[in-house]
């Protein structure tokens, strides 16, 4: 029996309709799993000349000063009524009879939302075994200036919906006699002084907290892990065809319960980043709401891939599709005694910046 054969499974992962959660939601989706992915917006439909998430397009330099703010980035982004189901047809390239992936539109800093996300895929499903919580992100500002509701959106995003995903997938996984996983996709920012997103990276730093927290109360039925990424140098999309769009489903009675009132009925707004900051988000290694498409990822840096390759060890920022890999390790029986851990998938760290000259003569012939 392959371990990493995801057959039978359901996944969810939030912020999956781009960058590292569309390559999470394809490498899942390409092991055999259910997969279904949240955000915002539906996702866009890429074309069949486009990049599969297995194979990322070169990066490509981030958005200068002069990005669009927030609220411009996502004035599309309104809420607004979930999209019509669409017949199931497998992406191009696909083995026969494999599953499409599938859209729930959801903001995840909405408990209610939330609530009717687990619930959605539990009832498409009938079983929930993997959940990751992928969505994040930051604008680039000095905390100093940064306003009060910034900060606050900041962590609300980063750390408290997460708890919230969690807390409703831990109400559907502790019923069910195989459990369940829950991965929370963090970040190097969360480890080191991260200047420029100093709400981003104590949210972080609190993520990989909380996995540890989580992992301890729900064992042995739940295990929770986190990934702590690093720099990310390319985007990703989902592969090439349809993606179903599921309608508004009622969450299941056990999902209700574990959010209390929240779950009784589901917001039809959103809550907006305020327009304070660049939509660059230089900050962000996770999802949904970090910069657009065609922007390269980096992880708490902000300049070309030379200055990546000088500061990571490995010579270079990952793919997301080698985090996505992270995460079906973590979520598969080969994994089966791991809880509370974070791994982390940043290129072996960062070389100290008082010890550039050791490096680039010690070890010219090995860089």
């Not at 039809?268 to 962000?284: E, F, K």
Request: glycine fraction near 12%; hydrophobic fraction near 45%; include cysteine.
């Amino acid at each position: 029996m392959d371990p990493l054969d995801f057959t039978g499974r359901a996944v969810v992962v939030t912020g999956g309709t781009r960058g590292i959660g569309a390559a999470i939601a394809a490498a899942f989706h390409a092991a055999g799993a259910d997969v279904l992915i949240c955000g915002r917006t539906p996702p866009a439909q890429p074309s069949p000349a486009q990049p599969s998430p297995a194979q990322p397009s070169p990066a490509q330099p981030p958005p200068g000063p002069h990005a669009p703010t927030p609220a411009a980035a996502t004035s599309s982004s309104a809420a607004s009524p979930p999209q019509s189901a669409l017949p199931v047809v497998p992406p191009p390239g696909s083995a026969a009879g494999l599953p499409s992936i599938e859209f729930f539109q959801a903001d995840v800093r909405d408990p209610a939302q939330v609530v009717a996300l687990i619930g959605a895929a539990h009832d498409r499903f009938g079983r929930l075994d993997v959940v990751i919580n992928n969505a994040g992100g930051s604008p680039q500002v000095p905390a100093a200036t940064a306003s009060p509701r910034l900060h606050a959106k900041i962590i609300e995003l980063n750390l408290i919906a997460p708890l919230h995903v969690a807390q409703a997938a831990n109400a559907v996984m502790r019923e069910q006699d195989s459990g369940g996983v829950i991965l929370m996709i963090g970040s190097v920012s969360g480890t080191r002084p991260s200047p420029g997103t100093a709400a981003y990276g104590a949210a972080k730093a609190g993520l990989h907290h909380l996995a540890t927290s989580l992992a301890a109360e729900w064992a042995p039925k739940v295990r929770v892990n986190s990934l702590v990424v690093g720099p990310v140098e390319a985007t990703s999309t989902l592969p090439a065809g349809p993606v179903e769009a599921m309608p508004t489903l009622p969450a299941g009675p056990a999902v209700k319960a574990a959010a209390g009132s929240a779950g009784k009925t589901m917001a039809a707004g959103r809550v907006r980043m305020p327009a304070t900051a660049s939509a660059g988000m230089p900050g962000s290694a996770d999802g949904d709401l970090a910069a657009g498409p065609g922007e390269r990822r980096v992880a708490g840096e902000g300049g070309p891939a030379s200055t990546v390759a000088r500061t990571v060890p490995m010579g270079r920022g990952a793919t997301a599709a080698e985090v996505a890999s992270a995460c079906l390790l973590l979520a598969s029986p080969l994994a089966g005694y791991i809880s509370g851990a974070s791994l982390a998938v940043h290129g072996g760290g960062e070389w100290p910046a008082y010890l550039a000259d050791v490096r680039d003569t010690a070890y010219r012939a090995q860089k």
